[in-house]
């Protein structure tokens, strides 16, 4: 389920639209991811990566920035991921296509929150169980989900950190760990070797052995 969904200037963080989903059912009290989503938006920048996950407990924060423009989403972990960056890439061209001129020039927050309309057309699509199943099956221009950097909301925003940091340590540990199984695959393979030079030294030996004892 997508509980939250945020659009923001990356420049300074200014807010342009919202749009809340009230969890009536667990009672879930948003306020705290409301206040982490603005926390985590004044925190962008330049260096800030394109696309980067965040983990928050039992929910996952989900960030696309395009041309200026971050879209977050807060979801539940077990949304999927790749579901999730489409949905925030659907957003992200009708936002730029009806005010792309009008974003460097705002002042106020939510300048845009009539956004919200949109935000609800889209969301019910991919939260809907039928609509979900339809739109896994349809190849999208997404990258690789597998590249796209995890890193952990408290690392942000307790500590601190740059989120350009965070998802730099995400990147070199996967980086490491390819390492690791290149590294490993390569010595399984020159173990695989050595038995096999082992064996072929063993029978020439017993070869010559037998034909040196015949003769």
């Known amino acids: 389920m997508i509980l939250l969904t945020m659009v923001a200037r990356v420049a300074d963080g200014l ?3 919202a749009s809340v989903q009230e969890d009536e059912q667990s009672e879930r009290d948003l306020q705290q991811y409301q206040s982490q989503a603005k926390q985590l938006c004044r925190k962008l920048d330049a260096q800030s990566p394109e696309r980067c996950t965040l983990e928050a407990g039992d929910m996952s924060f989900h960030l696309l920035i395009s041309q200026g423009v971050c879209y977050l989403s807060l979801c539940e972990a077990s ?11 659907d957003l992200s061209n ?11 020039t705002v002042t106020r927050p939510y300048s845009f929150i009539e956004f919200d309309t949109y935000i609800q057309k889209v969301k019910k699509s991919y939260v809907d169980s039928r609509a979900r199943r339809t739109l896994s099956s349809v190849n999208t221009e997404l ?12 690392e942000v925003l307790q500590r601190g950190e740059a989120l350009s940091a965070i998802c730099t340590k ?17 010595l399984n393979t020159r173990s695989t070797y050595a038995k096999f030079a082992a064996v072929a030294v063993f029978f020439v030996t017993l070869i010559i052995y037998v034909r040196f004892w015949w003769l």
């Open 15 to 17: 807010p342009l639209a």
């Open 79 to 89: 949304f999927p991921r790749k579901m999730a960056f489409a949905y925030l890439e």
């Open 94 to 104: 009708e936002f730029y296509d009806q005010y792309g001129r009008r974003i460097p």
């Open 143 to 154: 990258q690789d989900i597998q590249r796209i950097m995890v890193g952990n909301i408290e």
């Open 170 to 186: 995400a990147s070199n540990l996967s980086n490491m760990a390819e390492k690791y199984h290149k590294d490993a695959k390569y």
